[in-house]
C-alpha cells in the first residue's frame, strides 16, 4: 500500500512566522502535490511537483513556497504565515502524468495560525 | 477548464436504506474518473478508478459506474461505518491538474 506522511496532525503558530510542513511519500512516486481543505471550497492545489526540484504553481501558490530535494520529500513553506492561511493541508503522491493514476493522500495537518 | 459537480450536498440514509450520489463532470478528454472517501479529519482514501462509459468497479456495499457525462457511486444496504465524505475527481491527462468535487456528506444513522 502506498504510505504518504505528514510530518504534523496538528500545528498552531502565529502571525508572521515561517512554517514548515513536511511531507514523505515511500512508493517511488514522481509527483507530489500539496493542497488545502476548506469548508464549502473543496480541496485547492497549491503547489506541485513533476521531479527532484522541479516545481509548478497550482490554483492558489500566493504566500506559500515549496522544496523537493529528494524525490520522496516534499516540503511546503509558509513564509509569513497569516490568519487566512488556517486551514487543512493535504500532501498527496501519484504514478508520473500519463499514467492516468489516482493521488494517494496523507492524513493532513490541521495548521491553526493566531 | 474541467468541472466537477457533486450531489447532494449531504445524505442522510437509514441503515440498510440504499441509494446513490452523484458526481457529474466537464472535461475535455477524461483520461480517469476517482473516487474517494474522506473520514473526518483524515485525508481522502483512494477508494475506484473509472477510465471509460460504461466501466463499473465494486468493494463491499460500494458500486462506481460511469457514463460519458457522470458518475454514480452506489450504495446498498449501508451501514453506520459508511458515513463519510465522498469526494470524486476527473483526470483529463498529460499535465493537466486533478479537478475534486466538493464530496457529498453520507450520513448512516443506525
Known amino acids: 500500500d502506498v504510505k504518504v506522511t505528514q510530518s504534523s496532525r496538528y500545528l498552531v503558530k502565529r502571525t508572521g512566522e515561517k512554517v514548515f510542513l513536511e511531507c514523505v511519500q515511500d512508493?517511488?512516486?514522481?509527483?507530489m502535490f500539496w493542497y488545502r481543505q476548506d469548508p464549502g471550497l473543496g480541496l485547492r492545489l497549491i503547489y506541485f511537483?513533476?521531479?527532484?526540484?522541479?516545481?509548478e504553481k497550482g490554483d492558489i501558490p500566493e504566500g506559500y513556497s515549496v522544496s523537493r530535494e529528494k524525490k520522496e520529500r516534499f516540503s511546503l513553506i509558509l513564509e509569513s504565515a497569516s490568519t487566512n492561511q488556517t486551514s487543512m493541508y493535504l500532501c498527496a503522491s501519484s504514478m508520473p502524468f500519463g499514467s492516468n493514476q489516482p493521488q494517494h493522500f496523507g492524513d493532513g495537518t490541521r495548521l491553526s495560525i493566531l | 477548464e474541467d468541472q466537477v459537480t457533486q450531489s447532494p450536498e449531504a445524505l442522510r440514509l437509514q441503515e440498510g436504506e440504499s441509494s446513490s450520489l452523484n458526481c457529474s463532470y466537464t472535461?475535455?478528454?477524461?483520461?480517469?474518473l476517482f473516487w474517494y472517501r474522506q473520514d473526518p479529519g483524515k485525508g481522502p482514501e483512494f477508494l475506484f478508478t473509472l477510465y471509460s462509459a460504461g466501466e463499473e468497479k465494486e468493494k463491499e456495499r460500494l458500486k462506481a459506474t460511469l457514463t460519458k457525462k457522470e458518475s454514480f457511486l452506489h450504495i446498498t444496504a449501508p451501514k453506520p461505518e459508511d458515513s463519510a465524505t465522498y469526494l470524486c475527481a476527473v483526470y483529463s491527462g498529460g499535465y493537466q491538474k486533478v479537478t475534486f468535487g466538493i464530496g457529498t456528506k453520507l450520513q448512516v444513522i443506525p
Open positions: 511537483s513533476y521531479d527532484v526540484k522541479m516545481k
Open positions: 512508493m517511488d512516486h514522481e509527483n
Open positions: 472535461v475535455s478528454g477524461l483520461r480517469g
